[in-house]
């Protein structure tokens, strides 16, 4: 008489429906081992070790769209053994950076691929707004360089600030004039923006820096059209040996168009360069904790004044 003992998933553990790993063991022989939901195949395997060790990576379809109690079965030709977990919808098409793929993508994929950006974000981050509107001077001209589809536009209007986006992108450029926001669009060769010496109070480049090249003649730009204030986010790269140890990059600091990659010193020392005062802090805390069991942020927010 066969007999199958699960190693995993543990009963009432939480799975991801579109990546459940299932193991265990089956004493005797067996030709096949399949795992089933109700009436639903979800994975089958031919691979049995020789002590029965076997191992099966399996996926609900359709996706799921609420977590759901189900019980797996895990099936050979005359024996069989449940499990009862909890399936969380994985929602992979909803990730918010690269071509995240389905389990059932068959087309081999190439960096370019999967190393690129989300797609423009209309709302902005609330923490980064608090930021800005805290250090912004009061009410006065802002230039949103690389303002993207212009999230931080309308709050930054509604509190009585002259707002103008800049924008190199023709996607953004497309969904600025869908939401009516005020911009100026770019050509990726200019290297002078189209305004004069300080023109406006002050300027923002919220996750921006880390994708310009050239950087150092950006910046100074940027310093030229302003009068007071530059207020600046990017990823902080100071927390991946924080991480090193769980096997952990955050995703946005590897997005393919990023060129540079600030510690809070050399974030420091390229606006130092341009404004007489620049103080440079974290923001952002990654929900995940180091070995230590303690937060780190992702971001680093810098305060340049002329």
């Not at 310009?212 to 600046?232: G, Q, Y």
Request: proline letters at 8%.
């Amino acid at each position: 008489m066969h007999e199958i003992t699960i190693g995993s998933p543990q009963p009432s553990q939480r799975v991801y429906d579109q990546a459940i790993t299932v193991s265990g063991r089956i004493s005797g022989r067996a030709e096949t081992i399949g795992v089933w939901s109700g009436d639903q195949l979800l994975a089958q395997t031919r691979l049995i070790a020789d002590d029965g060790y076997f191992r099966l990576l399996a996926r609900i379809v359709p996706p799921l769209q609420t977590e759901t109690p189900l019980t797996l079965t895990v099936r050979a030709a005359d024996v069989e053994a449940r499990v009862p977990v909890i399936a969380v919808p994985a929602e992979l098409d909803k990730r918010a950076y690269g071509q995240v793929v389905p389990p059932h993508q068959m087309e081999l994929l190439h960096r370019e691929n999967i190393y690129g950006s989300g797609p423009p974000i209309e709302h902005p981050s609330e923490e980064a707004l608090a930021l800005v509107r805290q250090f912004l001077p009061a009410a006065g001209s802002v230039l949103d360089f690389g303002c993207g589809a212009g999230a931080y536009g309308p709050p930054l209007i509604a509190h009585g600030y002259r707002w103008l986006g800049v924008e190199v992108q023709h996607q953004c450029a497309e969904i600025l004039r869908r939401r009516g926001l005020p911009f100026r669009q770019l050509g990726s060769s200019e290297e002078r923006l189209p305004f004069g010496d300080r023109e406006f109070d002050a300027a923002i480049a919220i996750e921006v820096l880390e994708h310009i090249e050239p950087l150092d003649a950006t910046v100074a730009e940027i310093a030229r059209v302003i009068r007071s204030r530059f207020l600046v986010s990017v990823p902080n790269m100071e927390v991946i040996p924080y991480f090193a140890q769980l096997g952990v990059v955050p995703w946005h600091l590897l997005e393919a168009t990023h060129v540079n990659f600030f510690t809070r010193a050399s974030l420091a020392a390229l606006l130092a360069s341009h404004f007489r005062a620049v103080e440079v802090f974290s923001y952002g805390e990654h929900p995940v904790r180091t070995r230590d069991e303690l937060p780190v942020d992702l971001h680093l927010f810098a305060v340049a004044e002329k």
